[in-house]
């Protein structure tokens, strides 16, 4: 296709169609389609490769943004996978899953009145498309090395460190104590924002670049860390944080109040047919839910309780609309299908004699921002209210869980638990060990798909630069 300059006053954005609400209630299937050619090659030509390009900046693992948009533009799907890959080792789950918002195309210089380019749904469509075509990354001129390096954890940290690895001819074996990879984007973010299928495509990509896979073996009970030190040269961490955050009022250990991930991971695995126990699906059907607060997991447990077919589903959030820390698009998305959002409210009470009978809430007004710059949550005295409830799921977040083996290994954590690998140091996310590096929420924290992808690749870095390859 030629170049259309002023593409971007002729097209408006344009994002793939929608599942109509009333349909994808009931499913547990994604809700966005998929562009065809024409209209990737149109919206990807609606980029005026501005000078500086905000939005590379802005993505964590600073993509090649408006190249690889030129070559969809163009018609060459396969230039354009190669070049996604250079930079990012999970481009179409990324594209899924991104708050681009926040992101990318928050940064997009046409986000100023015309509209952002659709960069995620053009960067999903380029990995599923080329992939279908039979594209699989270049890995025909690695040498490869004698280095082995084992990957703890086949989450989108250990993905990236393997991804890394593997292209410069080192070993990467990945274990993961799940039967499945990809950590949280298999168990936990539910299918209706990223099928699994998606992630198995991804599997075979791997295997097929060289990265070996050990699934459902946990370290430190099947396999001990001293035997992993013995066999390989290096070791890679990324196990993400599993420390369920807790409210700390009154009521949490009442029958029916729930932690979010054990929640939708039962529901996860009924959908996937690997439910081992019935017992340990939480059914919603027919109840009032009432969800606690207003990050990604808050909004996967509404929009999961409201597929379950719950009778209400209510999520209150301590701040205001404009503070709520994760996707804009997922709040439109939980808020169309029904969920209905009382905004700042603070739990400080579950209701209840065994189990949950309510909340009660109190209304908060907005203070001085805090070390993080987001504005402080204060209870407006006199404002208590009591929101009726079956069911609460408390989706506050997790923190770091450091394993009994850290101290045997010299690996040191922070005040928060989080082990300590700084990006800045001799060798880039190299640990108190310097033969164990270290990336993703383990060490910064709960936080993106895409940052932990990040480090992960520059751990890797800082792994062949240690080894000397
Ligand atoms: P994880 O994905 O947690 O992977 C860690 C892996 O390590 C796991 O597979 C675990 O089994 C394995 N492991 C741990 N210990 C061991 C051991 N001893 N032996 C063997 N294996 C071990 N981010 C987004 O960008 N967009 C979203 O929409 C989004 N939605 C989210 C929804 C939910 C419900 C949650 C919980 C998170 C969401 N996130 C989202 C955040 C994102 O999923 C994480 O930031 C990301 O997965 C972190 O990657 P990681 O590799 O560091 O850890
Ligand atoms: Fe945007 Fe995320 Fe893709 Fe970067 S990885 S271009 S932030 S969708």
């Given at each position: ?34 562009f065809d050619k024409e209209t990737a090659a149109q919206q990807a030509g609606r980029c005026i490769s501005c000078g500086n390009p905000y939005c590379e900046w802005k993505c964590p693992v600073h993509n090649y943004i408006p190249n690889w948009l030129k070559l969809v533009n163009e018609g060459n799907l396969f230039e354009?996978?190669?070049l996604s890959h250079a930079t990012n080792t999970l481009p179409e789950i990324c594209g899924r899953i991104c708050p681009q918002d926040r992101l990318c195309e928050g940064a997009c210089t046409m986000n100023d009145g015309l509209g952002a380019i659709s960069i995620g749904s053009v960067e999903k469509y380029i990995t ?105 040269d290096a070791v890679f961490l990324g196990m993400g944080t599993y420390t369920y955050m807790k409210g700390g009022f009154p009521g949490e250990d009442l029958d029916g109040v729930h932690e979010a991930l054990p929640f939708l991971v039962a529901n996860i695995n009924r959908v996937l047919g690997l439910e081992k126990n ?192």
């Amino acid at each position: 296709m030629a170049t259309n300059h002023l593409q971007f006053l002729e097209t408006p954005r344009q994002d793939p169609k929608k599942v109509e609400v009333p349909v994808r209630i009931h499913e547990f299937a994604e809700i966005y389609g998929q562009f065809d050619k024409e209209t990737a090659a149109q919206q990807a030509g609606r980029c005026i490769s501005c000078g500086n390009p905000y939005c590379e900046w802005k993505c964590p693992v600073h993509n090649y943004i408006p190249n690889w948009l030129k070559l969809v533009n163009e018609g060459n799907l396969f230039e354009a996978a190669e070049l996604s890959h250079a930079t990012n080792t999970l481009p179409e789950i990324c594209g899924r899953i991104c708050p681009q918002d926040r992101l990318c195309e928050g940064a997009c210089t046409m986000n100023d009145g015309l509209g952002a380019i659709s960069i995620g749904s053009v960067e999903k469509y380029i990995t599923d498309e080329a992939v279908k075509q039979g594209w699989r990354p270049d890995v025909s001129d690695v040498v490869w090395t004698d280095r082995k390096v084992a990957v703890i954890g086949a989450g989108p940290a250990g993905l990236g460190a393997a991804d890394i690895l593997v292209r410069n001819g080192v070993q990467a074996v990945v274990f993961d104590k799940y039967p499945r990879i990809g950590g949280l984007l298999t168990f936990g973010i539910p299918p209706f924002k990223l099928e699994k299928s998606v992630v198995e495509t991804r599997r075979e990509i791997m295997e097929g670049m060289g990265v070996e896979f050990r699934l459902g073996v946990e370290i430190g009970r099947d396999v001990t860390m001293a035997d992993l030190m013995a066999e390989y040269d290096a070791v890679f961490l990324g196990m993400g944080t599993y420390t369920y955050m807790k409210g700390g009022f009154p009521g949490e250990d009442l029958d029916g109040v729930h932690e979010a991930l054990p929640f939708l991971v039962a529901n996860i695995n009924r959908v996937l047919g690997l439910e081992k126990n019935p017992r340990d699906y939480i059914d919603m059907k027919g109840e009032r839910v009432v969800v606690l607060g207003g990050g990604d997991t808050a909004m996967d447990c509404n929009r999961t309780s409201i597929r379950q077919g719950a009778k209400k589903v209510v999520c209150a959030y301590r701040r205001d609309e404009d503070n709520m820390p994760g996707s804009a698009r997922e709040f439109q998305n939980a808020r169309e299908e029904g969920v209905e959002f009382m905004f700042n409210r603070q739990p400080v009470e579950i209701i209840g004699d065994t189990h949950v009978e309510g909340i009660k809430v109190v209304t908060t007004k907005l203070g001085a921002p805090d070390e993080r710059g987001r504005r402080r949550p204060e209870p407006v005295p006199g404002t208590e209210e009591v929101i009726e409830a079956d069911r609460v799921i408390i989706a506050f977040g997790f923190r770091p869980n450091p394993q009994e083996w850290f101290d045997s290994q010299a690996i040191e954590i922070d005040d928060g638990g989080r082990v300590i690998a700084p990006e800045q140091g001799r060798f880039k996310y190299q640990t108190t060990n310097p033969r164990i590096f270290a990336g993703g929420d383990m060490v910064r924290g709960s936080d993106l798909v895409v940052t932990a992808v990040f480090e992960g690749r520059e751990a890797a870095k800082g792994i062949l630069d240690y080894l000397e390859v």
